[in-house]
């Protein structure tokens, strides 16, 4: 909330201490980075995942509310690392949000992921482009 009581951001996305203010601190400063932070990539990365912001209500109220009290859903799509990784970052407590390198928590699968094969470079008949060439 800003001084005037207007509300800066997306509340869904907000992280719970600055929904509220941390000691003290009006919630449109950043007081509690980078854990604040962490929480809105938590937030951003359930709703790739999953399709849906874990605390989108009705309202801006309703949102922030769910942001302060209502735990997010259980999630579905992800694998166990970044189900991990998610709840972890969505915690309410941000003293118990894991560090700035999510790392440990993404490289603890057996399973790697498979490389995507480079693209094909283009056949050397094809003409490149330059700013200097002219149609016609």
Known sequence: ???SGLFVGSPEY???ERARGRDGLPACLPACLPASDLFSLGATLFQAVEGLSPFRRESLMGSLTAVLLD????LTRADRPLDALITALLTRDPDKRPGV???PWLCSTSRRPTPLPLPAPLPPSLP???PRARCG
């Open 1 to 3: 909330m800003t001084a």
């Open 71 to 74: 735990e997010p859903s259980q």
């Open 101 to 103: 390198s999510p790392r």
């Open 14 to 16: 907000t992280a719970p």
């Open 128 to 130: 490149r482009w330059s």
